[in-house]
Every structure is written in structure tokens, then in C-alpha cells.
């Protein structure tokens, strides 16, 4: 049976380029809150990121990173409250990457997501860094993220100074603008691998949105450094593995979304050609 994943991402990739922007300025399923490293503080709620403009053309510039917009997130999931810690996999996780890709005029490019897992092919931990080729990277405006996977793999990228303090969405705006969404999911530690702290710690390797518990000790990075870690790649671990967004910085939080401490559910991507 194809996974949610690949079900909605095959239904909505044409409908994300003609849907209109969505309110971001707002909590939804999981409840308020901070996450339990208490962060520092980041921006406020403000308008809603601007859609896709309609009939996309290829992109020229190079063009092989991105973080997964609300968006985006929202109508290939089909919810407000986006795909919480169940992405259908890696295989899943990939097909949302390459829709996004495409929809942002890059799908004739191989996608991949930014994830690590416990169990692999034969149970062999997958782990995020082998997983994303070796560089260049660039955002969708042709800016360097990092040239190699010694300029990826350190506390924030080695890449433009104007966009590596603040990773841009598939459409290369910088996030931090739109609210307090700095949590992106990873389940990788600081060298980009499987969080060794606790292995099985990935929303079940990607297919859960169970709430509180083990499968809720997920690791996320921060796509704009926050108090509780500056690391694009490990941070904290988020509340939960269930679907909900917030976007709003207040104070000692609640719930048990993977967005509740400062989020969505979002999701890094590369592209295994520059």
C-alpha cells in the first residue's frame, strides 16, 4: 500500500502552485508552548508566506537546498496541521522533497530528505549526511549553502553569510520572517547522524504521528539559531510526534506536536545535483 506521503504528495503537486497563500499567524493541533530546553525567544506572528506564482519556469540558477514551507507542508498533507512525525518514511519524506522540488521548477533533480533513521535496509541505521550527495548546495536564488560536506556538517553551514543564519524555503525566502518556526525534524546529531542518544528516537523511523511517549523524543535542528541551540542539524528534542503548528514564541509550552515548540513539521532538502 503506497504511503500517505506518496498518496497526497501525487495528488496535490499541481494544486500548490494555484493555492493561495494560508494564514500562518496561528496555533493549531497540539497545543502552545516552547520546547523543553526553553529556547531563548524568536520573532512574532506576522502574514503569511506568499504562494508560488503560477506557471513556474525551471529555475537557471543553481538550485539544490531547501526548507519545506508551511505551505507547502499544508497541502501535501491535506492539513492545517501539516504531517506531524508520519512523512511515510524516507521513501515518503523523498516524494515530498522532489514535489516541492518540482513545483519550484527544479524536478528534473533528484531530491532527497535531510532525515536520519534506526532501521534501514537489513536494520542498518540510514543516516542524514550520506544521504545528500557531495555539494555544492544552493538555495533557489543561486546563494551557496555549502560547497562540500566539510562546510555542510558544522554548527551552521559555511555558505552565504546572508542566508546561513536563517535557511531559506524552496522558494528562497529566509524563514524567520514568518513567525517562530525554527524546529526542522532531523533525528541526527551534530555530525549528521542518527541521534546516538537514543536510536530509535525518529517518530517510529518516520511513519508516526503518535503523540507523547518514546516515539516523541525526536531530534530537530533549528533552520535560525534560538535559545535552545543554534545547530541547523541537532538542537533539541521536539514535544511529540503529532501534527500541529506553532507559530507563536510563548514561554514553557504544551502539547505534543512536533511544530509546538516552534514549528510545523518541517523538513530539510538537497538535491543530489548542484
Known sequence: MLSRAFRTAAAASMLLLAA????VGEITAGGPGDDPEADGGGPGDTDAI???PDGVEPTS???SFF???IESMRMLSGSQDGFGGDLGGL????QICQTIGANAGAGDKTWRAFLSVANGPGGAPIHARDRVGAGPWYDRNGRVVAQDLGGLLQERPDGDVTIVSDLPNELGIPQMQFGDNHDVMTGTNELGMLDGVDPSATCNDWTSSVGPGSEGLVRTGHSWPAGSGASWMRA???RGCAAGVNLVQDGGGSGNCVGCSGGYGAIYCFSLEP
Open 67 to 69: 526548507v519545506t514551507s
Open 236 to 238: 533539541h528534542r521536539l
Open 91 to 94: 521513501a515518503g519524506a523523498d
Open 20 to 23: 493561495p497563500a494560508c494564514d
Open 61 to 63: 540558477a543553481p538550485f
Open 50 to 52: 506568499p504562494g508560488a
